[in-house]
């Protein structure tokens, strides 16, 4: 058996130098130096060059920086710096902070102050029939 084994490796590497019957250089000395990743957090590839439209990661963190300072202190932000707000929102607001300015931004944080509790008593409020038989027609589409 172990005489096969021998004559399949000499066969399979006749006329190989050693070297590219092993594996690559790469594949050999472990994982290469520190890669930057992606904004979906992937190494290499098409998107981990940012391309026309997609703005380098530096730039989005600082972005989030700068989004983070204002929401923290966002009544004292509107009222001093509204048209740096207004500015910031055409740049664009970073995806990971998305959920934390909408509501902010459409003054939902104001009506959910003045109304505690509607969203509570809405949703356990019985619904209006024509609706439910609609959306009881629709669920199984999901």
């Known amino acids: 058996m172990a005489q096969a084994l021998g004559e ?8 190989q130098d050693d070297s590219s019957f092993l594996g690559s250089d790469s ?5 290469g130096p520190y890669r930057q990743a992606d904004r979906y957090g992937f190494i290499g ?3 981990a060059e940012p391309g026309p439209g997609h703005p380098p990661a530096d730039l989005i963190r600082q972005r989030e920086m700068k989004w983070v300072e204002m929401t923290s202190h966002w009544e004292k ?3 001093r710096r509204y048209k740096k707000v207004k500015m910031q929102c055409r740049k664009g607001i970073p995806s990971a902070l998305r959920a934390r300015c909408w509501p902010l931004l459409c003054g939902a944080h ?3 102050k003045n109304s505690p509790g509607t969203y509570q008593e809405l949703a356990e409020a019985p619904g209006d029939p024509q609706w439910m038989e609609t959306i009881s027609r629709d669920l199984h589409r999901q």
């Open 27 to 31: 594949e050999l000395s472990g994982p």
């Open 45 to 47: 590839g098409s998107s």
């Open 8 to 15: 399949d490796l000499e066969q399979t590497s006749e006329g």
């Open 77 to 79: 932000t509107m009222s």
């Open 110 to 112: 104001v009506c959910q």
